[in-house]
């Protein structure tokens, strides 16, 4: 297939040893995979997970819930918090999976019970230390009274936890530790199991012993966000943006491609004070290089602006492509219409409508 | 229609004002408006245009051109630089449009006539000081040799340029006097029109005599960014998230929406080292109040984190709306899948495939 415009090629390979890597993990750590299919929002790239024995997922809203329930999935927990708005739909999804929401509040839990019509499952979503959301883990009585709330139409099933503080500290082991330190004891008190994720600790941890449940999603892909934090090696990156180079700007460095904040999104992280949206890669005949080559150092809705050496530059002309590697590649799947795998497919995933 | 989930609100009184008021400045400035339609990716919204007289557009890659085309505008300008790979598209548009595409370099011009079947214009891009991308205007040898280049097939038609820089400079009219200063000899000297656009200095200048074609587009609905430069007021923003409340920690002043990266973008502005990805508003029965209630401080791909006061807080409870202005109309329109308008009319957009 010719590409002619910004297009996410996936490299199904590297994503399978990404999940394999996982899978083995979680076998060491006596755990179960649940991962969180929000990064590829893909039928086709979830079926991935199954040839390693996966059956349950992760999704973080209803709608992507009824996407792999309608693909299969009957095994799925909706990691975001309980929007009453949206009952009827969820008790929809129950009525033919095994479905289970997030709660936090003695308030989401009591729309819940008066709301949803069909059986489903609760977690309760604990704070790490991420002070995103959850209940602070110290404030006992709301926990008991959450707990015993456990109805048979909406019942206790564990307790979730997602560190996403992982991303900005210097010690992800210690982060694991004292989230298990937060969550052990309250399965031990209360029963249920306990259901983790976080890519980054998920990826580092060579044994997660002591949760349940791994719900890690990004690993499939990773990004550039995930080798700065140290996750992943740039060999293990499953997605690449493919860019038509539009215009070379020599004199500064810079070529312009086609691939934007529509495509890439917004995403950036700050390597010393210089951000970065994404890393250019050269394409190759199957697939792309591992070598960084330029740097996405702005981006408007469909440029691109790529700091590159005069060498680098040298070598490129106006209609070639070049790869640029996600910063953040949930987000940038978010905003395909579809993946082309380096052999040439097109892969489907969910369309906004 | 019942909003059960995040769902941007399109006001279309305020934005028929807006459009309007850029119609009567364009009447008094002796130019004709070229709106930019990568704001709002819509055919029903690109109608409202046409009732003040409006009949060529501009958008900003050639599948939104062949949208608008396929809607019936026959005079479009693909504001991007021209990438030769899309030429067969090119060629399939301007069969039965006029279209006009943007040059910067002598390799994209011989690639151009090398490779584009039908007759289209080219805007030589100008870099009016923005350094994203365009010709420096000091180079007249290759502004020369791109005017001299022109063919029946590839014709000349003037000199284009967006003065980016307006989203950071103090003096907008500085700005635009600049550029103008820049254009107008290109334009006396080489003939062809001159094309202009960027929100801010079309918003604030109130006469932009000097230009004959005004490109700028964000104006139709603005945004929280467009408010921090001047360029509109609160009671000027056309379009507005309604957001679904799912969690409140009156501990720490936040409120957690359904509403995050995948709906906002995760475009930001800074607000004295403090960052916004939107500002929270009450939703009232026509659509949403002018006053600014909360702080979208922290967004992840569905979680928007909004920092808000105790007495508003105390009016919240879970599964209530919340309106969120975007930061950045033009990305949050992107990532929609449809608007609704304040009235309940479902209004369609383009989809990604």
Redesign the interface.
């Known amino acids: 297939m010719k590409?002619?415009?910004p297009t996410l090629l996936v490299d199904k390979d590297k994503c399978m040893r990404n999940i394999l890597r996982m899978a083995e993990k979680a076998k060491t750590s006596n755990a179960f995979l649940r991962p969180h299919f929000?990064t590829h929002h893909s039928a086709e790239i979830g079926d991935w997970f199954r040839q390693y024995g996966v059956s349950k997922c992760t999704a973080?809203?209803?709608?992507m819930a009824k996407y792999f329930a309608d693909a299969g999935w009957n095994d799925i927990t909706i990691a975001?918090?309980?929007?009453?708005?949206?009952s009827d739909?969820i008790s929809e999804i129950a009525a033919s999976a095994s479905l289970n929401i997030l709660i936090?509040?003695e308030?989401?839990l009591r729309?819940a019970n008066s709301l949803i019509k069909n059986p489903v499952g609760y977690f309760i979503k604990i704070d790490l230390g991420t002070?995103?959301?959850g209940v602070d883990p110290s404030n006992t009585q709301l926990i008991e009274t959450l707990v015993s709330a456990s109805t048979d139409l909406v019942s206790f099933k564990g307790f979730i936890g997602h560190a996403?503080h992982t991303y900005y500290s210097p010690d992800i082991e210690k982060v694991f530790q004292d989230s298990l330190e937060i969550l052990k004891p309250l399965k031990e008190k209360y029963g249920g199991i306990i259901s983790y994720g976080d890519s980054p600790s998920c990826s580092m941890m060579d044994d997660l012993s002591g949760v349940d449940e791994i719900r890690a999603g990004n690993y499939v892909f990773y990004d550039w966000m995930q080798i700065g934090i140290g996750s992943c090696q740039i060999e293990d990156i499953g997605v690449c943006l493919a860019s038509?180079v539009?215009?070379?700007?020599k004199d500064?460095g810079e070529v312009?491609v086609?691939g934007g904040?529509?495509h890439l999104?917004?995403?950036s992280v700050d390597e010393g004070g210089a951000k970065s949206f994404g890393k250019a890669v050269r394409l190759n005949e199957n697939g792309w290089d591992h070598e960084v080559i330029g740097n996405v150092k702005?981006i408007?809705?469909?440029?691109g602006?790529v700091s590159m050496d005069e060498k680098e530059i040298s070598n490129l002309?106006?209609?070639d492509?070049i790869g640029i590697l996600p910063t953040h590649s949930?987000?940038a799947a978010?905003?395909?219409?579809?993946y082309l795998t380096t052999k040439g497919e097109k892969i489907q995933k969910i369309?906004?409508?």
Chains 1, 2 share one sequence.
């Not at 975001?80 to 949206?86: K, R, T």
């Open positions: 590409i002619i415009k929000k973080s809203s209803v709608d975001f918090p309980y929007n009453p708005l949206e739909e936090e509040s308030e989401s729309q002070h995103r959301t996403g038509p539009v215009a070379i700007h500064r312009v086609f904040a529509v999104s917004k995403e702005k408007s809705q469909e440029h602006i002309k106006i209609g492509l949930c987000l978010d905003l395909q219409g579809h369309i906004k409508v």
